[in-house]
């Protein structure tokens, strides 16, 4: 089976891998938007769970990790509910982790355990060990967060390919760390990362569509329209049983979701107001042969995360106009 990845190119899988491309885990994921809400208010915005989860095991390939890291990694997201992270605010999780506290139930009930094992791999494996490639806590660099920051930055035209051609090479390995050789390659990836989780996540029409959506799942919820299983389905399947209810507030909040709106940033009068926790980032970097977090050796990268700090907390203030 071959894979072809618009950030890494094509590449051949392994048996086991295809096996667990093809199980309906993974192939649900093709259902479920990076964006949550994104692709509602602005149909280009519209990277899937399923793009990202395949990337992910190709930048672990790419870095050298094992086929377990690289398996890890390609069921990181299996567990993720219709709309990501949407639903961490509907569910008023604070942590933005619902999908981790469900990961071990939803894979279990699934056929992927017998994948692994017809291939000599354990399900326990994949649940208990830890993979440095694969997941590292902020503002650490790890294969997670630097896909999903390549791969929608570079769908939404905000990087180029050349941009990111020039840039995986300066990513290696040093003890389970993943590094940049570099400093200016350094200061472009915080650049980029401050464009994916400030510029693109909080844009005003992103900010919009997360808090219609938001309300209109919650107004789904109470009025029994649908349950909280109902978001281990699709992104679609689960906006179908809203459209086909007959209540006329949910499918009024549905067509403000959808419909054409102008808004602005306006911290004095506004409409919405949107926070989500701190996601900074400091990587790693190689500089005349010594290590050092990147914000140590750069001005630059320390004023973006002093700035990406103070908006953060700040959240975003929209105003309909």
């Known amino acids: 089976?071959?894979?072809?990845?618009?950030?890494?190119?094509?590449?051949?899988?392994?048996?086991?891998?295809?096996?667990?491309?093809?199980?309906?885990?993974?192939?649900?994921?093709?259902?479920?938007?990076?964006?949550?809400?994104?692709?509602?208010?602005?149909?280009?915005?519209?990277?899937?769970?399923?793009?990202?989860?395949?990337?992910?095991?190709?930048?672990?390939?790419?870095?050298?990790?094992?086929?377990?890291?690289?398996?890890?990694?390609?069921?990181?997201?299996?567990?993720?509910?219709?709309?990501?992270?949407?639903?961490?605010?509907?569910?008023?999780?604070?942590?933005?982790?619902?999908?981790?506290?469900?990961?071990?139930?939803?894979?279990?009930?699934?056929?992927?355990?017998?994948?692994?094992?017809?291939?000599?791999?354990?399900?326990?494996?994949?649940?208990?060990?830890?993979?440095?490639?694969?997941?590292?806590?902020?503002?650490?660099?790890?294969?997670?967060?630097?896909?999903?920051?390549?791969?929608?930055?570079?769908?939404?035209?905000?990087?180029?390919?050349?941009?990111?051609?020039d840039f995986l090479p300066s990513l290696y390995v040093k003890d389970n760390v993943i590094c940049i050789r570099g400093i200016q390659h350094a200061e472009w990836f915080v650049q980029a990362y401050y464009k994916e989780v400030q510029d693109f996540f909080m844009n005003p029409l992103n900010v919009y569509g997360y808090d219609k959506l938001i309300k209109l799942l919650l107004e789904a919820l109470q009025a029994e329209v649908i349950t909280k299983e109902d978001f281990r389905l699709q992104d679609e399947e689960v906006l179908e049983k809203i459209r086909q209810s007959d209540r006329n507030e949910l499918l009024k909040r549905y067509e403000e979701i959808v419909m054409h709106v102008k808004l602005a940033e306006n911290d004095n009068e506004y409409d919405i107001h949107l926070k989500g926790k701190p996601r900074l980032i400091d990587p790693t970097v190689m500089e005349r042969g010594c290590l050092a977090a990147a914000s140590e050796i750069s001005l630059a990268v320390k004023d973006m995360n002093e700035r990406a700090r103070e908006r953060a907390l700040m959240g975003s203030f929209i105003k309909v106009i």
């Not at 809400?37 to 149909?43: E, F, H, W």
Request: hydrophobic share 35%; aromatic share 10%.
């Open 1 to 165: 089976m071959l894979i072809d990845d618009e950030i890494y190119g094509t590449y051949e899988v392994e048996s086991i891998l295809e096996d667990l491309i093809q199980s309906n885990p993974l192939q649900r994921l093709k259902g479920i938007h990076q964006g949550g809400a994104s692709y509602l208010v602005n149909r280009k915005w519209n990277v899937t769970r399923y793009e990202h989860s395949i990337g992910v095991r190709l930048l672990i390939r790419r870095l050298g990790g094992s086929l377990e890291e690289q398996i890890a990694g390609l069921l990181h997201d299996a567990s993720h509910t219709a709309f990501s992270h949407v639903i961490d605010f509907v569910l008023e999780n604070e942590h933005e982790d619902f999908h981790e506290e469900i990961f071990e139930e939803m894979l279990l009930q699934s056929e992927i355990p017998e994948i692994l094992k017809k291939y000599g791999y354990s399900m326990d494996t994949i649940l208990q060990e830890e993979f440095p490639l694969l997941e590292q806590p902020l503002p650490l660099l790890c294969a997670d967060r630097i896909d999903y920051t390549l791969r929608d930055l570079f769908r939404y035209d905000y990087i180029t390919k050349n941009e990111v051609e």
